[in-house]
Each structure stands twice: as C-alpha cells, then as structure tokens.
C-alpha cells in the first residue's frame, strides 16, 4: 500500500500541475490497459513452470488494470460503504457496467464527487490503493482496502470525515509497483506515458528479454541462453542491489526514475546510505539494511536474498523458511529447545525475525489510528517476542 509521505518527485510533480496543457475542466483521453500487458507471456514457451508459479506471486500481482477479479474489497450491497466521524460524509465503492468507482458523499452539502478505479496498487496480500487518471497523471483514490480486517478503510495517512481525491502518485512510487511507468515532461506538461507495463515482470530483474526470445525462437536448440541476464550468476552485492531497488527504504533516485538497470551498481542510482538510513521493518522499511546487519548475514560470505527466498513463487509458510534455517543452525543451539521440544523449530521465523507495527502506514478510522505488521528481516534475538511465542504455545 502506498505509505501518506509524499516524495519530492510528487511535489515535483505538483508543482507542474498547474502549468498543464489542459483546458479548465478538460479531460485527457486516458490509457484503461496497460500497455504490456502480456509481454511475461513471451517467456512461457521455454519457461511455462516458472512463469505460471510467478503469475501468482505478490511481485507479479504488486499492480493490476482495476476488474473484478484484482480489486479485493466487496461492492455488495452492505459491503461497499464507508462511514467517517461525520455522519454526513461517506464514500460508496460500486461496480458499474463500464468499471469501478468510488463516490464520496457530503449529505449535508447536497455534494459529491465520483472517479473511476483505474489502477489497483498492491497484491492484496496487506491491501491494496487504487489511483485514477487525471490528464495523464496519477491520483490515489481516498479509500483502500486492508486484508486483515477485510474491509474498506480511508487511504494511509488520510484524515477520517475529510475528503481528499488529489494525492499525485510519483514515478518512484511507481518503480516499485510497476516494471516500467515513465513519466513524460516537459517545461510545459507532465505525463505519464500511455506504454507502460504493470506488476514485476521477468525483464524488472532479467533485463529487456525481447533479442532473447528472438534468438531462442530461431534457435529452439541452443541450450545456453544468450542476450539475458541471469541474477543468479551476479555478485552477491549485485544480488542485493537487484531487490534494494525496492526493498531498502523510501528514497529519491539520484537518476532517472525506471533507469536502473538489473546487474548494475545501486549506489550509482541511490542517495548515499546516511540518507536512506530508514532501518524498520515496513512497507517502505529497509529491509535490506536489516539484513546487512544480521549476524547470519555478516557471517557468511554467500548469503543473499535468494538463500531464503524464490522469487518465482509464492511463499508463506513459515515452516519452509524456518527449514532454510536449519541448514546453517542446529536445533540443539536454541535455548527455547529444552523447553518448547522439537515443534518450536517449526517456527524460528516468528521468534527471530518477528512482525513489527508499521511507522509509516497509519489507517485512521472514526474510532481509532491503527498500523498493520511487516515481518522484520533483522534477524536476531528477541527475549520478549520469545516468551509470547511460548506462552502461545503453552495455551495450545
């Protein structure tokens, strides 16, 4: 879900919006598919199991055109309305024959102001945002949704009984969420353009694919693949660099926005460290930077990202992670062993690498301001974490 700080690309951003080259109450003609949309099927022929396994992933799923089966939260009737502190003020979620929108309401006002759902921002694993077209710019609608709860709530960082339909959503926001959105400017005008490619795709990490395919096709044969790049052979610190792109923070590139390149040095396209040094286990946490400073990391020369994870498939279950563990620590090692038996083992990820309260999503409701969890990648110990999960075990 998109976090409420808004970038200084979005301010950028901002700042044009009054320069565009739109008639007061005009509308751009608006792109309502992406571009690429099927661009990952050009991998399938030689790699159908990967790219089956991937379509299913949260990267994959990470943006969506908006349609009933990418959007998560319910439009029925008693399910599609949510209600703000102020009584007259409200917004109804609704599947139309053309889409979905969202309107917001102000009774008292006789007011309200309807956008079409265009885009849907997040797998829907946490939640989701959704964001619409504006003479091609991008605006994050005021309500999203949360899985936990399953339900609609106001957008991270929106203030419950106010209405607000004019958050922009900038490029770097976007390079994570999508794997190519470039944003077209001038001294004059600003947009998005209308070739873009929604979710990560295989090229976010493998680079263009297209002399690839070309090649392979014309020579079903050769078994070396040629004109691609494989993250497995890179560097361990090129590794990292790859998923740092979107996994070390919230920060501003110091080039072009969707100019890095897989295999090449981040720190040529990154602020230095000092001024990303956001170590929280978050949304927009660095993650990455957990890790680095990980004992398990700082002692082993090899471990990368790719040692616990395949990021060609979905993973969830604890038991497979805490098995990537136990390649490397001995059961006897854990102190908890003697006490808990050998089931605790089942679970090292919920004692060393815990959930922690977002510090940058805050979901604001009538009643209450609330956080979701991320899973901390500082793996570690963590005596007061450890003592809840044998309590839990000991009320099973």
Request: hydrophobic share 30%; net charge positive.
């Amino acid at each position: 879900m998109i976090a409420f700080n808004v970038p200084l690309l979005n301010v950028l951003i901002a700042l044009w919006l009054p320069f565009l080259e739109v008639g007061a109450g005009s509308e751009m003609e608006q792109p309502r598919q992406s571009f690429y949309s099927g661009s990952i099927q050009s991998c399938r022929p030689c790699h159908q199991k990967i790219v089956d396994t991937f379509a299913q992933s949260a990267h994959f799923k990470t943006s969506a055109d908006a349609n009933a089966e990418s959007i998560k939260g319910s439009f029925s009737e008693g399910h599609n309305i949510l209600r703000t502190r102020s009584e007259n003020t409200y917004f109804k979620m609704e599947s139309r024959e053309n889409g979905f929108y969202q309107t917001s309401v102000e009774s008292a006002k006789n007011r309200s102001r309807t956008e079409r759902i265009d885009l849907v921002i997040g797998s829907g694993r946490k939640g989701q945002s959704y964001l619409y077209w504006k003479n091609g710019l991008l605006f994050q609608l005021p309500v999203s949704y949360l899985a936990g709860i399953n339900e609609w709530v106001n957008s991270p960082g929106y203030i419950d009984g106010q209405i607000n339909f004019e958050r922009v959503i900038g490029p770097r926001c976007l390079e994570c969420h999508s794997t190519d959105f470039k944003l077209e400017a001038d001294s004059r005008t600003a947009k998005y353009s209308s070739k873009y490619e929604l979710g990560i795709s295989c090229q976010k990490c493998h680079g263009l694919g297209n002399k690839h395919v070309e090649y392979h096709s014309s020579h079903p044969a050769e078994a070396t693949g040629k004109y691609i790049l494989n993250p497995a052979r890179f560097s361990r610190e090129r590794k990292l660099d790859n998923c740092a792109l979107c996994h070390s923070g919230a920060w501003e590139p110091t080039n072009a926005p969707f100019s890095y390149r897989p295999g090449e040095r981040l720190d040529e396209y990154r602020p230095p460290e000092s001024d990303r040094n956001n170590l929280t286990a978050d949304v927009h946490g660095n993650q990455i930077g957990l890790l680095l400073r990980s004992k398990c990391f700082r002692s082993s020369g090899e471990m990368s990202c790719s040692t616990c994870h395949d990021v060609h498939q979905q993973e969830r279950d604890l038991i497979q992670f805490a098995a990537k563990c136990l390649q490397c620590h001995q059961v006897s090692h854990c102190k908890m062993a003697g006490r808990v038996g050998i089931r605790l083992m089942n679970y090292c990820i919920e004692c060393h690498m815990p959930n922690q309260k977002s510090r940058l999503i805050k979901i604001n409701t009538p009643t209450k301001q609330f956080s979701p969890d991320y899973r901390s990648h500082a793996i570690g110990i963590y005596p007061k974490v450890a003592e809840m999960v044998l309590q839990s075990w000991r009320e099973k």
